[in-house]
Nanobody
């Protein structure tokens, strides 16, 4: 199984980025997908998740209203559209796949991508 995250980069505060995570080696439409992030010196935290069918989503309070998660099961890809980025959004963003749900707990996820760095300049 491989989860390949991409789309990170350097952006000014208030800007936007779209992250992508391409999955292979698994039956993608049977997995809930999540995005997590880890800032320097901090614990990894939940950002957003989406059910295998794409019909239900969940967001951390810190990103609600600014980030949108979506998925294209035909392309085995999950996306995280990020608007109104803030300095505190700076982190490595990881995508993950959960065979049993689409929750907020990192330990429940079966597979993880390598991460993509998002840097927001203030």
């Amino acid at each position: 199984v491989q989860l390949q995250a991409s789309g990170g980069g350097l952006v000014q505060a208030g800007g936007s980025l779209r992250l992508s995570c391409a999955a292979s080696g698994l039956t993608f439409n049977r997995y809930g997908m999540g995005w997590f992030r880890q800032a320097p010196g901090k614990e990894r935290e939940f950002v957003s998740s989406i059910r295998w069918s794409g019909g239900l989503t969940s967001y951390a309070d810190s990103v609600k209203g600014r980030f949108t998660i979506s998925r294209d099961n035909a392309k085995n890809t999950v996306y995280l559209q990020m608007y109104s980025l803030k300095f505190e959004d700076t982190a490595i963003y990881y995508c993950a796949a959960d065979s049993a749900g689409w929750g907020r707990e990192a330990y429940k996820y079966d597979y993880w991508g390598q991460g993509t760095l998002v840097t927001v300049s203030s």
